[in-house]
């Protein structure tokens, strides 16, 4: 298993990418190729490659998180997403993760990758926690305009993602609406769930946001405009609720029973950390590529590692490459 890592990318890099290098490659057994400023990369490494599993590939070239997408990888193709592209597109890597500008990722990935046959646009899947576990949300911010075959793609490919990754047996498939009822949404709902009804996934109808984050579904479809609104709002409820409580606590006198409620909200605070969950596949490309939040730090970019590893292991783009032959998401 090899896989590349942007070490350039993000609002911590290098320095929190190699840390989470070594932590992966010490837990995971994996070999790390770091792409980008061979220099910088080994002053942080320190000599220490960790038994041989750590390389650098150089890369004098860094894609910014204000810079323009595609005006930049043209411009820029030595920078170290397009050569960690290059190395899955060549077969030197099995995954690439980058923490650097998603849309640069997502560009590099299109273009040197291609899409899968079958798939018109790739959608970003991110986990979120709930009452029962997690949840794959789809699109979180790839496409904010979708027709409603593409909401049956990304339902299609979440569905697998849930089952060979997560581990989930008939994962439920719900479309985002403002409704349960079938006759409830917009124009691209209403078209969607029609198509959806067609599939043989396990699609379970319509979910509503409340119904999100109490587990009633294992996988969440919509566009990338609704899809990021939720994640975002989620980022932030998360966010407000630990300081909210922070406050209450302040109030009380009772120690012992402050460090008793502080050691429960360990668990509540790592449940709603995004680090624990890595990052987010891109899934539709035809190569494992694994998003990470900009401000990834040495734990997140080890868990983004991990997911990276176990969707190659599990064979995810084979599965998704077989499903989508017959259009209907799952081998009759």
Do not use: W
Not at 47 to 75: D, Q, Y
Not at 94 to 107: P, R
Not at 140 to 146: I, S, T
């Amino acid at each position: 298993m090899r896989i590349a890592l942007d070490a350039m990318g993000g609002d911590h890099a290098p320095m929190e990418i190699v840390r989470g290098a070594r932590d992966a490659a010490q837990e995971l057994g994996v070999q790390i190729i770091l792409v980008g400023d061979q220099e910088k990369i080994e002053r942080e490494l320190s000599g220490n490659f960790v038994e041989g599993l750590i390389s650098v590939v150089h890369a004098p070239e860094v894609i910014g998180m204000s810079e323009h997408p595609v005006s930049a990888l043209r411009k820029k193709k030595n920078s170290s997403i397009v050569l960690a592209t290059k190395m899955v597109k060549e077969g030197a890597a099995d995954a690439l993760v980058s923490a650097g500008s998603t849309g640069a990722q997502m560009a590099s990935s299109l273009l040197i990758l291609g899409r899968i046959t079958g798939v018109d646009r790739p959608a970003i899947s991110t986990l979120l926690p709930t009452a029962k576990g997690v949840l794959v949300l789809l699109d979180a911010g790839a496409n904010v305009d979708c027709r409603p075959q593409h909401l049956k793609q990304f339902a299609i490919m979440g569905s697998l993602y849930a089952e060979k990754v997560l581990g989930l047996h008939e994962p439920k498939v719900g479309l985002v609406n403002i409704g349960s009822e079938e006759t409830k949404g917009n124009e691209l709902t209403l078209a969607a769930y029609q198509q959806l009804k067609e599939t043989n996934i396990n699609f379970v109808g319509n979910v509503e946001g409340r119904d999100l984050f109490l587990g009633n579904s294992d996988v969440a479809v919509c566009d990338g405009f609704v899809g990021n609104v939720i994640l975002k709002s989620a980022e932030g409820l998360a966010m407000s609720l630990l300081g909210m409580f922070q406050q209450e606590l302040g109030r009380l006198e009772d120690v012992i029973g402050i460090e008793r409620i502080m050691h429960m909200m360990g668990g509540f605070k790592r449940r709603m950390d995004y680090a624990e969950y890595g990052g987010a596949p891109l899934l539709g490309v035809n190569g494992v590529s694994v998003i990470c939040h900009g401000s990834s730090k040495a734990r997140a970019i080890k868990n983004a590692l991990c997911v990276a590893k176990e969707t190659v292991e599990q064979g995810l783009i084979p599965a998704i490459k077989k499903s989508l032959e017959n259009d209907k998401g799952v081998e009759e």
